[in-house]
């Protein structure tokens, strides 16, 4: 009997020891996301850490998923969202014991505005309500346009500048502005710039004095092919005996359900927004046309003269230089709609490209 006590009382004691003093083993595991902040505007970096997490055993494995398509493995770090939206992040956490668990957060970022300045030879950053986030000083003056380019995996601001006669286009890192190479303009008088995303990504850029639209290589900036008055003219009854490319204030690339998609033109001396529709060459014995099929729409007056035009959407939104804001025009009717931006800086806008 006394034995039988004895083996009681020790397997009481082990008993003990596992849940009182073995209580580790029975922690849960729990995935703990800390974040610097949670909305922001693009180009925007999150700083993320999930070294608050924790389990029964030391963590082996973190896993995040920003929602975007990146990844990481890293216990902490930051990730920069080049494009708006709604964004679920999520960690993963596995323990030694190989217990897992799973937290998310949402993170919000809105649209940007990018505006050049030809008298401050800047780049500035807004939000779509125009406080200003951010700008950067370049290296070449007189900047006319400005859009947005993916090159060689990079996501870089292209800048047409004048630079006194000595003609250039600048590629600038968004997030730090430092200047990652320049090229040539290919005329004299560089204007608007804008990027084309599908079918074949390239740069359409427009310039003043040779009154031409030119397709250029994103890269390098390298003439593909130029599409002067002449061009037009000779391909379009819409433009005969009117002013086209006399006053080039503005130049947008659309996306279309299918193909090339289009051309956005303003032409300033009549006020007339022209679509141009883009036919790539299908071998190597043919060119890219451009073509205009539909009747210009003419807009208000009120805005005139424009520096540039940005597409946020469906929503098109242009530079008014004289009142110093940016306005919101129906691409249909031509009519001011929505609320004006006011307060950016500098007094000569030249380059407007909206950041989503």
């Known amino acids: 009997m006394m034995r039988r006590a004895g083996s009681a009382v020790l397997v009481g004691m082990v008993l003990s020891l596992i849940f009182l003093g073995g209580c580790g083993w029975f922690v849960n595991t729990e995935a703990v996301i ?51 939206g709604t964004f679920t992040i999520s960690l993963l956490v596995r323990d030694a014991h190989g217990e897992t668990d799973t937290a998310t957060a949402e993170i919000t970022v809105g649209p940007a505005l990018w505006i050049t300045d030809e008298n401050l030879d800047g780049v500035y950053r807004l939000s779509l309500e125009g406080d200003l986030l951010g700008s950067f000083k370049l290296s070449a003056t007189q900047p006319r346009g400005v859009t947005l380019a993916e090159v060689d995996q990079e996501t870089l601001l292209v800048i047409p500048c004048a630079n006194d006669g000595n003609q250039r286009i600048l590629y600038i890192d968004p997030v730090t502005g430092a200047e990652d190479r320049w090229e ?12 084309q995303k599908v079918g074949q990504p390239q740069l359409w850029h427009v310039d003043g004095l040779s009154r031409s639209i030119y397709r250029l290589n994103r890269g390098d900036a390298r003439i593909l092919d130029s599409f002067g008055q ?4 000779g391909t379009s009854p819409i433009v005969q005996n009117v002013a086209f490319l006399w006053v080039p204030q503005g130049l947008e690339w659309a996306e279309t359900s299918s193909g090339a998609g289009h051309l956005l033109y303003l032409e300033g001396e009549t006020h007339l927004l022209y679509r ?16 205009i099929e539909e009747e210009p729409v003419e807009i208000t007056s009120e805005i005139f003269p424009v520096a540039d035009i940005a597409l946020y959407g ?3 939104f242009a530079i008014d230089v004289d009142r110093h804001r940016i306005v919101e025009i129906d691409p249909a009717t031509g009519e001011l709609v929505g609320t004006p931006i006011y307060g950016f800086p500098g007094s000569a806008p030249t380059g407007l490209e909206i950041q989503f």
């Open 230 to 233: 002449s061009y037009f003219k």
């Open 184 to 195: 040539p303009a290919p005329a004299q008088s560089p204007r608007q710039v804008t990027y």
């Open 34 to 84: 800390s974040l610097d902040d949670s909305s922001g505007t693009v180009p925007f970096t999150v700083a993320f850490d999930g070294t608050m997490s924790e389990g029964a055993g030391r963590l082996i494995f973190y896993h995040w998923a920003f929602g975007d398509g990146a990844e990481s493995s890293n216990a902490s770090g930051t990730h920069t969202y080049e494009r708006a």
């Open 276 to 291: 141009i529709e883009i036919t790539l060459a299908y071998d190597i014995l043919s060119t890219t046309q451009l073509s």
């Open 314 to 316: 469906e929503r098109l």
